[in-house]
């Protein structure tokens, strides 16, 4: 595949909404809220853990791009606990009205990581991932024009995490069916 290869993924009998690609996922987000008739809001979740340590290589551009989603996940995450989902809206077209929201999934359970191979939970994934369904559905109803709202994520939940891509891959066909929802491999 090219650099700015897409491809679908196949289900049993149709086509997935889901979209894995190879772009820049930042470059991705900023074309989608500046395009007018084929633009969309944007929602971009990522896994975060429960012990207030923004890291990773996908939270260190985070805060390259928008440090605002760092400084509020310090604020939600002495709070919060495993499977909440914190909304931090980070940039508006004005002249479109798409908008970017970060969506920080706590489903990475740091205070445990020494005893197991994997920080990620499963469980507290799915009540996140269920969130920001919601959060699609919500935005969907309070806008009065009609809007789009796509997700548009990393892919999350490996690496660091130590999750099963193909787990998480059928959560996001499973909880955000019908929703575009677009992948990124970097």
């Not at 491809?7 to 149709?14: F, G, L, T």
């Not at 990475?108 to 020494?114: A, F, G, T, V, Y």
């Not at 994997?118 to 109803?141: D, G, P, Q, T």
């Amino acid at each position: 595949m090219g650099k700015n290869s897409q491809m679908k993924i196949k289900r049993k009998n149709n086509t997935s909404s889901v979209i894995v690609s190879n772009q820049n996922i930042f470059t991705a987000i900023k074309d989608r809220i500046n395009a007018k008739n084929l633009g969309a809001t944007v929602i971009v979740p990522h896994c975060c853990n429960n012990n207030d340590v923004f890291s990773g290589l996908f939270a260190e551009k985070v805060v390259s791009e928008y440090p605002i989603v760092e400084s509020n996940f310090h604020m939600y995450s002495q709070t919060s606990a495993l499977g909440k989902t914190q909304f931090v809206p980070v940039e508006t077209n004005k002249e479109y009205g798409h908008r970017i929201f970060f969506a920080n999934m706590i489903c990475q359970d740091r205070l445990n990581h020494k005893r197991k191979s994997r920080s990620l939970n499963y469980a507290a994934l799915c009540f996140c991932m269920s969130s920001v369904k919601y959060h699609v559905k919500e935005l969907l109803i309070s806008d009065n024009e009609i809007t789009k709202v796509e997700i548009h994520a990393p892919k999350f939940g490996v690496g660091n995490a130590g999750g099963d891509w193909r787990i998480i891959h059928q959560l996001i066909e499973d909880s955000w069916q019908g929703i575009n929802t677009f992948i990124y491999n970097r």
